[in-house]
């Protein structure tokens, strides 16, 4: 165990609400008798995308999921399901100082690019300086001033305004990047290579690519003794839910995240070793276009709210699993300490009568056929969804029909996740259905949905966030107060602001608790998380936990 220090009150981000975490940081996990194993082959399911393009580029749309935590690493890895845990990965321990404009971070002293070069500050120093320099790398809108190495394991980075705030992505979700091989790229290139063959400090290296199977190889010379536990991963890819999810009953798949329903009976009955973890972490939305067409309109997107039965969905779709969100889109009871009282037991308006007024007063008259129509033009939205994603499209049919009965078309569009990722990276939808959150705090994740100064003008990609291009002065006023300080009391007037400001704008239209179900074949691994020992978020899918977890999780004795 290695001790972090924040320079600042030791409190954990459930209690002071912001990234002011614990003095102290977790059990790192580990053991073993040795790098890559005798476990053989790890198989996993990454979904249904089809064949894998060698895109290892953490900064280019549609990076595969290897490379962020099994490739490419951050300092430190924030637990996602445990609010205020910190693990050291590449880095040791860190200092803030100057209310937050300054951060000094201590480097491991034994890690190596798996190239067989040592990794040292100057890696970390042009990482950052990277995004200090070229703003399509700047992901996290990271207000850095200046980074220096100092000696060949202290980095100390200066910003131009308190960066408390930023604490989860600059030292959580920020990938280490070998400055010998990206230095070469121009900046265009930085953004746009596939970056086939990756040089990474994680404990995997690229083996092999080759339609829906991508295999990966332990590196026998990883920094930390005794992981990976297996000496192959192997991603495989389907072409919808419905083929992965053959795999995962049939035991073909080691570890998954798919949607299964009626897993009692589809999944868990086929064999008493296969387990279910199951922590929500995000909230399942509708994101509307905030700058063109219809969803521009704050009244049609309440009225499309209003329309819509959630709890039909939930019980036709997810056997009752995912209760309706609030209007503020707060993941409760995660965030409960920063929940505005006004707002305690909130539910979503619903009913005809709302969504005849919000249309009515956004200039919208229904015509003889019962549908809703401006300037003679039917209101009409369409909405975009990845085609094998098998309850999002039961979800998206469910809504067309409630929409059309209150006077609404929904045009669905269910296309591949990489159509689906591009229109959502450059801004070029009406309408998503998504889901947002995987963050220990709720600034971070109110952030991630509303920061304007995240996303770039549409037409130009991210891969972080408020996709919709959503804007408001208030919200961005009351993220910069909280990053002020790290005194819950003086948070809270202002996430009760960023609460009633969302029930005000409808920037998102929440709609459930997103379904995060981890499918793990006990026959084959064990020591991945648990609802008794959450190390780490157990999400094959997410950056960077599915990394932190591939490198812990054991075969299963005698396999």
């Not at 100390?156 to 990047?177: C, D, H, N, P």
Request: positive net charge; hydrophobic residues 40%; charged residues 20%.
């Amino acid at each position: 165990m290695m001790l972090m220090s924040t320079g600042r009150p030791r409190r954990a981000i459930a209690a002071a609400a912001a990234l002011a975490l614990s003095g102290t940081l977790a059990a790192c996990g580990g053991g073993g008798s040795g790098n890559g194993g005798a476990g053989g082959v790890l198989t996993v399911s990454a979904g249904a995308g089809g064949n894998f393009v060698r895109n290892f580029n953490p900064y280019a749309p549609q990076p595969l999921q290897a490379t962020n935590g099994m490739i490419y690493e951050p300092l430190f890895h924030f637990n996602a399901a445990r609010t205020g845990e910190v693990d050291p990965w590449l880095a040791t321990k860190y200092t803030w100082a100057d209310g937050g404009k300054s951060i000094r971070i201590q480097l491991r002293t034994n890690v190596t690019w798996n190239d067989g070069k040592p990794f040292t500050a100057d890696d970390v120093a042009y990482t950052f300086q990277m995004t200090k320099d070229n703003k399509a790398l700047n992901m996290y809108a990271l207000p850095v001033a200046s980074v220096k190495a100092e000696g060949k394991h202290t980095v100390v980075i200066t910003f131009t305004k308190s960066a408390y705030t930023k604490e989860y992505f600059l030292l959580g979700k920020i990938k280490m990047l070998p400055r010998h091989i990206w230095s070469k790229l121009s900046a265009k290139e930085k953004a746009t290579t596939l970056n086939p063959n990756p040089v990474g400090t994680g404990p995997w290296k690229v083996k092999s690519v080759k339609g829906t199977t991508l295999d990966l190889v332990a590196r026998k010379d990883y920094y930390i003794k005794g992981l990976p536990h297996f000496k192959i991963m192997r991603y495989r890819a389907f072409t919808g839910n419905n083929a992965a999810n053959a795999a995962v009953a049939s035991g073909q798949i080691d570890w998954a995240g798919g949607f299964i329903p009626d897993i009692e009976k589809n999944y868990l009955a086929k064999n008493e070793k296969f387990d279910l973890v199951n922590i929500p972490l995000a909230t399942t939305s509708f994101i509307p276009n905030a700058q063109r067409g219809p969803t521009a309109d704050v009244g049609v997107r309440k009225a499309i709210s209003a329309a819509l039965d959630r709890d039909f969905m939930n019980k036709s779709v997810y056997d009752g699993q995912a209760p309706a969100a609030n209007p503020m889109a707060l993941l409760l009871p995660n965030y409960q300490s920063v929940l505005d009282p006004s707002l305690e037991g909130a539910t979503m308006e619903t009913g005809q009568d709302k969504v005849d007024g919000y249309l009515t007063d956004s200039g919208y008259a229904k015509g003889p056929d019962g549908m809703w129509r401006k300037n003679g033009k039917k209101l009409s939205v369409s909405v975009e969804l990845v085609s094998g994603w098998t309850d999002y499209v039961s979800v998206a049919q469910m809504a067309k029909e409630q929409l059309k009965k209150a006077g609404i078309d929904l045009v669905v569009k269910a296309e591949s996740y990489s159509q689906w990722s591009n229109n959502r990276a450059r801004g070029q939808f009406q309408m998503l259905l998504d889901n947002a959150g995987y963050t220990p705090d709720p600034r971070a994740y109110y952030a991630q949905m509303l920061d304007s100064s995240i996303p770039p003008e549409i037409g130009q990609s991210t891969n972080v966030g408020n996709f919709g291009r959503y804007a408001n002065d208030t919200i961005d006023k009351a993220l910069d107060k909280i990053g002020e300080t790290t005194d819950l009391a003086q948070q809270k007037p202002w996430y009760y602001k960023i609460q009633q400001e969302f029930i005000k704008d409808m920037p998102l239209i929440p709609l459930f608790s997103a379904q995060n179900e981890q499918e793990f074949n006990g026959n084959r691994v064990t020591g991945y998380p648990t609802e008794n020992n959450l190390y780490a978020a157990p999400s094959i899918w997410l950056d960077p936990d599915g990394g932190w977890v591939a490198a812990r999780i054991k075969p299963a004795s005698g396999k």
